[in-house]
């Protein structure tokens, strides 16, 4: 068992939870955070030892008990909701007296799957490092605290993405209270459940919950910093579409040297049509599946061309001998994608045998930008699908459909929503510019686009609200992956960022 599973729960916060005091001059902020700063990591590993990349509401449930312990102990009324059938998400609050603005945070607690082999300690058994390398020196969380160096890690999924935003605005919270200083707005918490299966509820969950969801601007806390290390507000974020295709071959396992010169392999047929949707440039072949796409306009270009140029470190870090379309990594984040992230037939190495499969698997999931509908990615798909020959069903075809077709193609699409771009300009992105410059001593980069989904157009158009990214996590996080981590210097900004955001708040979204 985890050192962490042994540590009460009580050890993580260390603060109570008295009405917030007025403000005071001082700012206590970092000293708080320098003198908390074990207990702090504490919390954190604590939470991510609770494993969440389950894909029922039974095996979610653990998570949001301890989020209602943690919110509530801030003096947050929790609220949990769930459509029937899905994953539970919180809608938190705190109303601060006098405040004539709202602040809402959107995080989410749930993680992607763990299935990859090259953990090198369980993802669910946090463990922190003195430095990046996966096999730097353990930090004993149980034991004597030591003085924190900025650089060691936190490992464990959802480290980073994205259990460590909401940790970093509690303990700012905390921090403010601890200094007798109160937010400058009352503040809301959307914690949700199932975003890493493409939220399938959340634009019911806002519909049916608007009015406790109503603020002047809402701060989406995912995604990393610019990968240069430099800290960056993103204006805006690429939706998503993903899908599931299978192909079928015959009705059992053929050897394939009688059968091979007669019998259609389903894996071939497959992968001619995956080398089909793209080029070798990464550009989406799809006839119309670029319609209405919203390109940067002059100003959006310049905030672009303004970015540190990072693309030979990373083509390096990454052993990589070329790069798709431009150049400029970030001139390829400002169009959509699409990303065979997973292919599965037969078996391989010495599993492999001289067998014809009944049938090939690939997993699809396509970044869209602004402009891009998902029900309209889903039609011109089909269409091509049909137009190189397949017959398209949603569902498992019998006998008499395989029977009536040369090609027979199972196309089962996930939740989607479109991506969202706002303007530099908007008071609400200015004003969390602002605290985070006076947070950081410099001004963060303002980035038009974050590479990875989250449902930033959902929030922003189904509240008519305002929204922006601040990314807090270290660009290096492994997200998604084997090994993923938290740099501590990150969270320790992140803290500093929200507390001067809640602190400090004085342009509205509208």
């Not at 608007?210 to 995912?222: N, S, V």
């Not at 550009?283 to 319609?291: A, H, L, M």
């Amino acid at each position: 068992m985890s050192m962490i599973r042994r540590l009460p729960l009580s050890i993580a916060v260390l603060v109570a939870a008295p009405a917030f005091a007025a403000p005071v001059k001082a700012d206590p902020v970092r000293q708080y955070r320098i003198a908390h700063e074990w207990e702090i990591v504490r919390e954190l590993a604590d939470f991510v030892a609770i494993p969440n990349a389950g894909r029922t509401a039974a095996e979610m449930e653990p998570n949001v008990r301890a989020l209602d312990a943690m919110l509530r102990r801030r003096g947050f009324t929790v609220t949990r909701i769930q459509t029937d059938g899905g994953k539970p998400s919180i809608i938190a609050r705190l109303d601060v007296a006098g405040a004539r603005r709202t602040l809402g945070f959107y995080a989410h607690f749930d993680g992607q799957p763990v299935s990859q082999p090259d953990w090198r300690t369980p993802p669910f058994e946090p463990v922190l490092r003195a430095g990046a390398a996966v096999d730097a020196p353990v930090i004993d969380l149980a034991g004597k605290p030591v003085a924190l160096p900025p650089e060691a890690r936190l490992y464990g999924r959802s480290a980073s993405d994205d259990k460590a935003p909401i940790v970093a605005i509690l303990r700012a919270m905390d921090a403010l209270r601890a200094g007798g200083q109160a937010p400058a707005a009352n503040v809301i918490l959307f914690l949700d459940g199932d975003e890493e299966s493409g939220s399938p509820d959340i634009a019911a969950q806002l519909r049916d919950h608007a009015g406790a969801l109503k603020a002047d601007l809402w701060i989406l806390c995912d995604g990393p910093v610019h990968s240069s290390g430099a800290q960056q507000v993103i204006l805006g974020a690429r939706g998503v579409a993903s899908l599931e295709l299978t192909a079928y071959g015959p009705a059992r396992g053929l050897h394939s040297g009688h059968y091979g010169n007669w019998v259609p392999n389903p894996a071939l047929a497959l992968a001619r049509l995956l080398a089909a949707m793209r080029d070798e440039d990464g550009v989406v072949t799809i006839p119309g599946f670029e319609d209405g796409v919203k390109l940067a306009d002059a100003e959006e270009q310049r905030l672009l061309d303004a970015l540190p140029a990072v693309e030979d470190g990373l083509r390096r870090d990454l052993r990589i001998g070329r790069t798709l379309g431009s150049p400029r990594l970030m001139d390829g984040v400002i169009r959509p994608a699409l990303n065979i992230r997973g292919i599965s037939a037969g078996a391989v190495g010495d599993k492999a045998a001289n067998v014809i499969p009944t049938r090939a698997m690939a997993s699809i999931d396509m970044r869209l930008v602004p402009g891009q509908v998902p029900d309209h990615v889903r039609a011109v798909t089909e269409r091509f699908f049909r137009d190189q020959g397949w017959f398209v069903t949603a569902r498992e075809p019998d006998a008499e459909t395989l029977l009536s077709h040369v090609k027979v193609l199972r196309a089962e699409w996930g939740p989607g929503y479109p991506g969202y771009r706002a303007a530099a300009s908007a008071p609400g992105t200015q004003a969390v510019i602002r605290a985070v410059t006076r947070a950081l001593g410099k001004p963060p980069l303002v980035t038009p686009m974050l590479g990875g989904s989250i449902p930033m157009s959902v929030i922003a158009d189904g509240l008519a609200t305002p929204a922006v990214l601040l990314p807090t996590v270290n660009a290096d996080n492994a997200q998604h992956a084997a090994n993923e981590n938290l740099r501590l210097r990150n969270l320790w900004d992140g803290i500093d960022m929200f507390a001067a955001i809640l602190r400090d708040f004085d342009g509205g979204g509208r």
